[in-house]
């Protein structure tokens, strides 16, 4: 497909994908809940000729087209929403909650970006079928967020019923300029381990201090004693980040509590590291505990576990190539390491086939070259998951759409050969 032929049939259908887009917006689901997502996704995904299953990993949505032999693309996209109340203004901003939950929901890390875009991209492929042969596999992934929804998806015999592929490709839409697209080669985003960790002391009257075993003071020596992991015990050159973002205890100042919860973010690059990092952890954790005088071992759930996200460096030449002649070499970049954290990569390791995944931008360019200038980027420019996160809906999808086009095809074979 050339680049005027690919331009052609983008415009014919980008009022329809703003619409979309717009209606995915306005009606965002958390993970596991996105049954209106999923309805809509299959009966579009249906009438363009693919073969479309539903309740993959519970909400998930595949569709598939054989179009003769030639390799298997996977091209995927996530399609749940955040527990945020949305702040943006825009006329199509969201106003749902969790019909569950009762919570505001947003689209605040841009997944409806990734299901539209993706759905473009299907349209197209669907339409040009007789310039590519081989299988398209499009896998409509619920619950990213908390890096549940592609292991639900694998464990729902997914290879087995759909096939094995060649390589899996996806994307991510973040706070860079429009037209601007990231990809970095090996471990490129971070693993995250999230513990939910239970102190227990005995609780007491605020008076009488000798009577208790004080669970805010062992919180407290807990969380200090954890900055010195990244710090001391993690060599120079490498890279981790250890956040406890939650640390609850007590109802009132006159009463010492028989409890304290702290709520740990981890983030690692290497498999190494991660174990040095979480052995650290827990090691402090218990011996905090132990110097206070706990009489109960403290107890350490896991909320939630990323795998590091790791692109196969041949995998990435070979789609940036494709794609640098597409949008011009000079507007990608490689932005290294980044700390998130996606779920996308258990899709290679459990079939064992490369993983290719990239970021586009979806900022205003003038607006981010002004925060740039005024060196105010990460305050001015709101990023994936605030409730003020606004990707401008064109031309990221015109982009989106594009580059999942231009990526799938220099996998799946030609059918002239
Ligand atoms: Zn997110
Ligand atoms: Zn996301």
Redesign the pocket.
């Known amino acids: 497909m050339t680049t005027a032929d690919l331009d052609t049939d983008i415009a014919t259908i980008r009022d329809a994908l703003i619409d979309l887009y717009k209606d995915l917006h306005a009606h965002p689901e958390l993970g596991f809940a996105e049954h209106r997502t999923s309805a809509e996704i299959a009966r579009r995904a249906t009438t363009l000729g693919y073969n479309v299953v539903s309740g993959v990993g519970r909400t998930g949505v595949v569709a598939t087209l054989s179009n003769g032999p030639g390799p298997t693309v996977l091209l995927r996209a996530?399609m749940?929403a955040l527990p945020v109340r949305e702040q943006t203004g825009l006329p199509y901003a969201s106003t749902a909650t969790d019909p569950e939950s009762g919570s505001p929901v947003m689209h605040a890390?841009?997944?409806d970006v990734?299901v539209t875009c993706l759905l473009g991209a299907l349209e197209i492929l669907a339409r040009a079928r007789s310039t590519w042969s081989g299988t398209l596999i499009a896998v409509f992934q619920p619950n990213?967020?908390l890096g549940a929804g592609a292991q639900a998806m694998v464990d729902d015999n997914f290879f087995e019923r759909f096939g094995t592929p060649d390589v899996v490709l996806g994307q991510?839409?973040m706070p860079l300029p429009v037209g601007m697209l990231a990809m970095h080669p090996g471990a490129a985003m971070a693993s995250t381990d999230a513990w939910k960790v239970t102190l227990y002391g005995r609780g007491s009257h605020g008076s009488q201090p000798e009577r208790a075993i004080d669970p805010v003071v062992m919180a407290a020596a807990t969380v200090l004693r954890l900055q010195t992991v990244v710090s001391r015990e993690i060599g120079g050159g490498d890279t981790a980040v250890v956040t406890v973002g939650s640390m609850r205890a007590g109802t009132q100042n006159n009463i010492i509590p028989d409890q304290a919860e702290l709520q740990l973010n981890i983030r690692t690059y290497t498999p190494e590291v991660r174990e040095r990092v979480l052995t650290a952890v827990r090691r402090i954790i218990q011996a905090e505990a132990t110097a206070s005088g706990a009489q109960r071992d403290p107890d350490i759930e896991v909320i939630d576990t990323f795998p590091i996200t790791t692109n196969d460096p041949g995998a990435v030449d070979r789609t940036l190539e494709a794609l640098g002649a597409r949008f011009g070499a000079h507007n990608i970049i490689d932005p290294g390491p980044v700390t998130?954290s996606?779920d996308v990569g258990i899709f290679a390791t459990a079939s064992g086939a490369p993983l290719c995944y990239w970021f586009i931008g979806g900022t205003d360019p003038a607006t981010f070259a002004a925060a740039q200038e005024k060196g105010t980027t990460a305050q001015d420019i709101p990023s994936?998951?605030s409730p003020h996160f606004a990707p401008v809906i064109e031309p990221t999808l015109d982009i989106g759409v594009a580059a999942l086009i231009t990526a799938a095809l220099t996998w799946l074979g030609d059918p002239a050969s």
Do not use: A, L, Q
Request: glycine share 14%; net charge negative.
């Open positions: 996530d749940d890390c841009g997944h990734h990213e967020e991510h839409v998130g996606e994936n998951h």
